[in-house]
């Protein structure tokens, strides 16, 4: 199988991953509810692996990075945890459902939200959220990367527009957590939620978010914690504040050393070569008759994400073609980006979408070019 869905979740791990966690389903107990070299091994590797995150995003403490299921976690902690009724609250159309929908359960709490459109390319202007800021605008909510186009938001931009207003600033870094930098301070980002299982090349059910020291977060949860038991109210300091029951250990463990590979072999190397791919393959399919790709090709700065369409076939048939005849694993459908779709006109045919990996090989991308040159001669 040639794997081309890694915006979906990154199929292949470095092999340290397994290792680690394999290692600590044998050998870690519970962070934080014990003394023992089990309890303690597990506060170790949980504070290690906090340790590099701070390190990767540029934060100003471990202690500020929460760990969390996956990005939808925390975006749902961010969002409802922040907003209060008679809030104002930006977006854009490139937004994921795990934006779009704790947003709209806001709404419906008397939260005032604006959705932003995007030009025919799928690109969001920052004048226009800055002119949408409000007397009462609370935070300004957005991804890094759209998981649809590839398309992505100067988040630096956008953090300056939220310091100048005094709004918080919320990024979605799911598709680019682990492919381009990112530093929290210096982008002025109030709270930036992440996935592991992504291009951070670590396992299903981690990741996390940063917040920064000073803003305060509703927890969406509340229980045990193994510190100051017989309190009522859950502990308010971080990160316990965020983190109720038994954190995920085991995948944190596999995280910790997906981390460790990354820091490795370097983020700026990663990135050079996903994308190489992605611009190899774009240059392959785009003259192709009756292929159209979807998003912003002239700028170099995009994640490594190539959608399209053949003619008016659905995106569901095109990518089980190319599963069941070429062995290509991609991804059709509506991407959980439904107004994005709407923006592109494509709510009814989706599209497919090629994500690349600096596991894909040159060859594999030709074979993919293919494929979908062959697909569109049918």
Known sequence: MIYMDNAATTLHKPPQVAKAIVQALNSIGNAGRGATEASLGASRVIYDTREKLCR?????????????????????????????????????????????????????????????????????????????????????????????????????AVGAIAEKHHVLFVVDASQTAGVFPVDVQKMKIDILCFTGHKSLRGPQGTGGMYVRTGVGVRPLLSGGSGVDTYNIHHP???????????????????????????????????????????????????????????????????????????????????????????????????????????ALGTKDQGAVRFSFSHYNTEEEVQTAIEAVRKLAED
Request: charged letters at 20%; one cysteine or more; aromatic letters at 6%.
């Open 56 to 156: 990767l995003f540029g934060g100003e403490s471990p202690n500020r990075i929460v760990f969390t299921a996956n990005s939808t976690e925390s975006l749902n902690i961010a969002i409802k945890g922040i907003l209060n009724p008679g809030d104002h609250v930006i977006t854009t159309v490139l937004e994921h459902n795990s934006v779009l929908r704790p947003l709209y359960e806001c709404r419906e709490r008397g939260i005032e939200l604006t959705i932003l459109g995007c030009d025919g390319k799928g690109n969001i202007s920052c004048e226009n959220i800055e002119s949408a800021v409000k007397e009462n605008t609370r935070a300004i909510v957005c991804t890094h990367g759209s998981n649809l186009t590839g398309n992505m938001i100067d988040i630096s």
């Open 236 to 342: 308010k300091e971080m990160p316990t504040a965020l983190e109720a029951g038994t954190l995920n250990g085991h995948g944190i463990a596999g995280l910790n050393a997906a981390l460790s590979y990354l820091e490795e072999i370097g983020m700026d190397s990663v990135r050079a070569q996903e994308l190489s791919l992605m611009r190899m393959f774009y240059e392959g399919i785009c003259g192709i008759p009756g292929v159209k790709v979807y998003g912003d090709f002239e700028t170099r700065q995009r994640c490594p994400i190539v959608s399209f369409n053949i003619g008016d076939y659905d995106s569901s048939e095109v990518s089980d073609e190319l599963f069941s005849v070429y062995g290509i694993a991609t991804r059709p459908g509506a991407h959980c980006a439904p107004l994005m779709h709407k």
